[in-house]
């Protein structure tokens, strides 16, 4: 069971990248491999609706985009976090969302994969955020666990490794999307997956 998690923050160490953290944390404890995917420092474009992945089954923008691509595939789970901007997500987590258009066109390749949105700002546009991330992975066919998000209302760098409990949401967050993707899988799978 391979669970990754995003923080579409540009702030290396920030709240979001330790909310995230801790969900992966609660995913690892319940038995899956995490993987962490911060998007500060790199470089990804938005889409240009070039259809260009509608015909040669690939993105052709060459970015930092493309190794995060095989990321999302091998997932069974996937976590996005995202700081609020000015009351929706960071344009750096709305152009990550946008390039997974190409997925969507090579054969819906995030469809059954369970997901789980987690939001961070001091003060307002949680709600909205949370729901167009979880709008989001429905469109992409994706399968949320009750309560699919986690909240953090932290502002200044690295506040949220306070947040007693937003940490603990967070955590939970990611053991209940683990054991949703266990009840999804087939016997077999967890059998491969050394899990119980
Ligand atoms: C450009 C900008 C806009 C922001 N707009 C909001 C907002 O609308 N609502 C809010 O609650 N926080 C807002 N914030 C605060 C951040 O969401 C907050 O600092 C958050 O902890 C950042 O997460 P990070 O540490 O992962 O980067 C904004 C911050 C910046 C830089």
């Known amino acids: ?47 240009e609706a070039c259809a260009e992945c509608g015909k ?18 091998g997932a069974d789970v996937v976590v996005i976090g995202s700081p609020i901007y000015f ?46 991330l979880m709008d989001f992975m429905t469109l992409q066919g994706m399968i949320l666990p009750g309560r699919a998000f986690a909240q953090s209302y932290s502002r200044e760098l690295g506040a949220a490794a306070k947040e007693e409990k937003a940490l603990r949401d967070a955590r939970s967050l990611g053991e209940r999307t683990v054991k949703l993707a266990l009840k999804l899988a087939g016997p077999e799978r967890k059998a491969e997956a050394k899990l119980p």
């Open 87 to 132: 009351g929706m997500v960071s344009a750096q987590t709305k152009a990550l969302l946008d390039r997974t258009y190409f997925l969507s066109k090579s054969g819906r390749k995030l469809e059954g994969k369970v997901g789980a949105v987690i939001t961070v700002g001091g003060r307002a546009g949680h709600e909205l955020s949370a729901a167009y």
């Open 1 to 47: 069971m391979r669970v990754v998690g995003i923080s579409g923050s540009p702030r290396e160490g920030g709240n979001t990248e330790i909310m995230v953290k801790e969900a992966l944390e609660g995913a690892r404890q319940s038995g899956a491999e995490v993987e962490f995917v911060g998007l500060a420092g790199k470089r990804i474009g938005g889409c």
């Open 56 to 73: 040669g089954g690939r993105c052709v923008i060459e970015d930092d985009m493309q190794p995060i691509f095989p990321r999302l595939v």
